[in-house]
């Protein structure tokens, strides 16, 4: 969902907007681009590289028919309202 609000992201932006951590999510990436709903480019910048992920039409179709609708069902707190609901506590 990260990738269809931000557009592409560098591995490490979208690992930090999503919360995860590389050594201990490494596979989600991989299985989701396995499962050709996302896609990884890498290129090189000066002696390293930079990896990027977009989300893919497969990964887009998905969002819309299977997350969208659960979104909408059962939303989560936005940051906003937490702080409010943490204010009244």
Sequence with gaps: ????????????KLLSY???????HREVLEELERKKLIEKT??????????KYKISPKGLDFCKLILDPYENMFPR?????????????
């Design 77 to 89: 707190i936005k940051e906003d309202e937490e702080e409010e609901k943490n204010n009244v506590n």
């Design 18 to 24: 999503c919360g995860l951590n590389l050594t201990k």
């Design 42 to 51: 890498v290129s090189p910048w000066g002696n390293k590289t930079i990896t």
């Design 1 to 12: 969902m990260m990738l269809t609000e931000r557009g592409e992201l560098n591995q490490t």
